[in-house]
């Protein structure tokens, strides 16, 4: 079992930057590949970011060169650093643990809470 507490959502400006945690609980967390994603009103929960066991990056177009993936196993955290950041980013974003690489979300099998990011215009 591996449990996830998301922290670092808020209410920004246009432009500005967030960082995102993740705090996993749970002795398996090395094992797993931890993925961020977002999820607004009405539409579907999309792939922002993922890390694997190894550090290997993958991240979704709209986020390329705004954001970073990060993760660190001694402290069973990951982190999603978002910069330069847009009004069309506003949703709720989640952290996930998945035992192999991928980008869709049925395949996740743990699932934070999430947490609400709001860019102003």
């Known amino acids: 079992q591996v449990q996830l507490v998301e922290s670092g959502g808020g209410l920004v400006p246009a432009g500005g930057s967030l960082r995102l945690s993740c705090a996993a609980s749970?002795?398996?967390?090395?094992?797993?590949?931890m993925g961020w994603f977002r999820q607004t009103p009405g539409k579907e929960r999309e792939f922002v970011a993922r890390i694997t066991e190894s550090g290997d990056r993958i991240y979704a177009d709209f986020v390329k060169g705004r954001s970073a993936i990060s993760r660190d196993n001694a402290k069973n955290t990951v982190y999603l650093q978002m910069n330069t950041l847009k009004p069309e980013d506003t949703a709720v974003y989640y952290c996930?643990?998945?035992?192999?690489?991928?980008?869709?979300?049925?395949?996740?099998?743990?699932w934070g809470q999430g947490t609400q990011v709001t860019v102003s215009s």
């Open positions: 749970g002795r398996t967390f090395n094992r797993h590949v």
């Open positions: 996930a643990a998945a035992l192999r690489a991928t980008s869709s979300p049925t395949d996740y099998d743990y």
